[in-house]
Nanobody, 126 residues
């Protein structure tokens, strides 16, 4: 079992930055691939970024060059650094975990992941 707890959300002006964190409990964190997804009101959950257990990264097109995903296995934590934020980035951001995820091909599919956090709200004002 893995429990995921997101933090770092908040209100920021357009052009600003936030860093989201997702702390995981449980063992063998390094064997998990981690993903970030987001869901805006009235919209479906969408893939944002992922980092595999072998530290390959993959991003949705709309965040390339602005967001960076990273992980610290010693701290059982995955991060999402978000720069140049836009109002359309406003959403609840969720992290998710899948054991032995080594391929970025499966990373954008929510059904790949076995564990999900509760989410953290990010609001970008114009």
């Amino acid at each position: 079992q893995v429990q995921l707890v997101e933090s770092g959300g908040g209100l920021v002006q357009a052009g600003g930055s936030l860093r989201l964190s997702c702390a995981a409990s449980g063992r063998a964190f390094s064997t998990y691939g981690l993903g970030w997804f987001r869901q805006a009101p009235g919209k479906e959950r969408e893939f944002v970024a992922a980092i595999t257990s072998n530290v390959n990264t993959y991003y949705a097109e709309f965040v390339k060059g602005r967001f960076t995903i990273s992980r610290d296995n010693a701290k059982n934590t995955v991060y999402l650094q978000m720069n140049s934020l836009k109002p359309e980035d406003t959403a609840v951001y969720y992290c998710a975990a899948a054991q032995w995820l080594t391929s970025t091909v499966r990373a954008p599919n929510p059904s790949t992941y076995d564990y999900w956090g509760q989410g953290t709200q990010v609001t970008v004002s114009s």
